[in-house]
């Protein structure tokens, strides 16, 4: 599985970091995915928000105001 620069790389973003390993994935990077809830399976709302139903610009929500459904939503 790629790294982030590297997907980022065969997309032909322009990185600046110097060198960088196809399948290297940095501790930065694993913790950043960590963290999110999604990962571990729940489900998160109301992230973002408008501040009319016709402005295009969305504002992102303090994550005190998400909604997180901590249930799995598959039964195996």
Same mark, same amino acid.
């Given at each position: 599985?790629?790294?982030?620069?590297?997907? *980022?790389?065969?997309?032909?973003?322009?990185?600046?970091?110097?060198?960088?390993?196809?399948?290297?994935?940095?501790?930065?990077?694993?913790?950043?995915? *960590?963290?999110?809830?999604?990962? *571990?399976g729940h489900s998160v709302n109301f992230k973002t928000r408008r501040k009319s139903f016709k402005s295009r610009k969305k504002n992102?929500?303090?994550? *005190?105001?998400?909604?997180?459904?901590?249930?799995?939503?598959?039964?195996?």
């Amino acid at each position: 599985m790629f790294s982030p620069s590297a997907y *980022l790389k065969s997309k032909g973003e322009n990185l600046t970091a110097v060198s960088y390993d196809e399948c290297g994935w940095t501790a930065t990077a694993v913790s950043k995915i *960590l963290e999110r809830k999604e990962y *571990l399976g729940h489900s998160v709302n109301f992230k973002t928000r408008r501040k009319s139903f016709k402005s295009r610009k969305k504002n992102e929500n303090d994550p *005190l105001q998400w909604k997180i459904l901590e249930t799995p939503m598959w039964q195996l």
